[in-house]
């Protein structure tokens, strides 16, 4: 069965480093997310990204993120100066259309900043 | 926008009973529902789905039942299993009235422990 593929899947960072985390998502896949989810919190949205731009992002998602497809098939989250409230589990989804319901999600990238 | 609740951070079965978890839900402009699994260091795992023309969509031993009247919708596990044991999040379009570009809000998740 297709997967969404998440590298690394954990990553430590010291505050006010640049981390990127990486994601392969379903190859026929048109719709790409980031979610993430802090300890003991719901899975919240970050950003959306269709036609290679951003089509949505979440109040969250300020100038100290953006989103990146490189190629035809990574789609990466950087997170240009880390805080310590950054730390949480990422999760990159990605789904084929707009009228199917298949959202698949990644593992995820435990992201923990010290 | 929608939001979806959880109320319940925890239910408990025995093996071979029912699982009942429920959601709620504020706003009645909605296309779908989803009900996702996730096990520890995992992804969420899609489950099932239902439409806002159903109320009610089954596959295998997960049924999810949707009540638009109450803004309400539960999954039904039958028969509960070990391996079922996990959090289960419902999730919903964000934005009223549609799919968007798909952003989803997600409940608080419920934790299943199903004994044997």
């Known amino acids: 069965e297709p997967e969404v593929t998440q590298t690394p899947s954990h990553q430590v960072t010291q505050m006010g480093q640049e981390v990127i985390l990486r994601c392969v998502p379903i190859s026929n896949h048109l719709y790409f997310y980031w979610y993430r989810q802090i300890l003991g919190q719901k899975v919240e949205f970050l950003v959306s990204f269709y036609n290679n731009e951003i089509s949505e992002k979440s109040e969250i998602f300020d100038d100290q993120f953006s989103v990146e497809r490189p190629d035809g098939s990574n789609f990466t989250l950087k997170i240009r100066s880390t805080k310590l409230e950054d730390s949480a589990m990422y999760f990159c989804a990605s789904r084929p259309t707009t009228g199917d319901y298949g959202y698949t999600f990644g593992s995820g990238t435990r992201l923990t900043v010290v | 926008d929608q939001q979806v609740k959880q109320n319940s951070p925890s239910l408990s079965v025995q093996e071979g009973r029912i699982s009942i978890l429920n959601c709620d839900y504020t706003n009645s402009m909605f296309d779908y529902f989803l009900w996702y699994k996730k096990y520890p260091a995992e992804g969420p795992t899609f489950l099932i789905s239902?439409?806002?023309?159903?109320d009610k969509n089954e596959d295998g031993r997960f049924t999810v039942f949707l009540n638009k009247s109450a803004k309400h919708l539960s999954l039904h596990i039958v028969p509960s299993q070990p391996g079922d044991s996990a959090v289960y999040f419902c999730a919903g379009p964000a934005n009223a009235g549609g799919t968007s570009y798909g952003k989803l809000t997600f409940g608080q998740g419920t934790i299943l422990t199903v004994h044997p």
């Open positions: 239902i439409s806002s023309i159903k």
